[in-house]
C-alpha cells in the first residue's frame, strides 16, 4: 500500500507565501517523478512543476520565478515553496508522485487528496 499526503495549503494574502508539502509512504522502493499540478473551479487540471529523481525542475510559464519544487529523497517527500502569490493561484492542489513498489516492479503513479489554496486579493 502507497499513500501521497499533501499538506501546506491554506488562505494567504496576495503578495504572500505558503509551502506546500508531500510525503509517500508506505511499500515504496524507489520514487521517480514528483510533480505538482492544480484544478481550479470550473478549470482542468493543469501541471505546476516535476522534478525528476535526480533533481531536474520544470515549471508552468504562470509560476515561473514564483513558485519552487524540491525533494527531500530520504524523506520520501517533495515540497513546492510558492511566493508573490495571486489570487489566480488559488486552487486545490495536487501531488502526484511515479512509485516503483518493488525491485523490479512497475511504475505507478500516486495522487494524493488535494489541498486548498486561497489567495485574496
Known amino acids: 500500500q502507497v499513500q501521497v499526503v499533501e499538506s501546506g495549503g491554506g488562505l494567504v494574502q496576495a503578495g504572500g507565501s505558503l509551502r506546500l508539502s508531500c510525503a509517500a509512504s508506505?511499500?515504496?522502493?524507489?520514487?521517480?517523478?514528483m510533480t505538482w499540478s492544480r484544478q481550479a473551479p470550473g478549470k482542468q487540471r493543469e501541471l505546476v512543476a516535476e522534478i525528476s529523481s535526480a533533481g531536474k525542475t520544470n515549471y508552468a510559464d504562470s509560476v515561473k520565478g514564483r513558485f519552487t519544487i524540491s525533494r527531500d529523497n530520504a524523506k520520501n517527500t517533495v515540497y513546492l515553496q510558492m511566493n508573490s502569490l495571486k489570487p489566480e493561484d488559488t486552487a486545490v492542489y495536487y501531488c502526484?508522485?511515479?512509485?516503483?513498489?518493488?525491485?523490479?516492479?512497475?511504475?505507478?503513479?500516486?495522487w494524493g487528496q488535494g489541498t486548498q489554496v486561497t489567495v485574496s486579493s
Open positions: 502526484n508522485a511515479a512509485i516503483t513498489a518493488t525491485t523490479y516492479g512497475p511504475i505507478s503513479w500516486y
Open positions: 508506505g511499500s515504496i522502493f524507489s520514487i521517480n517523478a
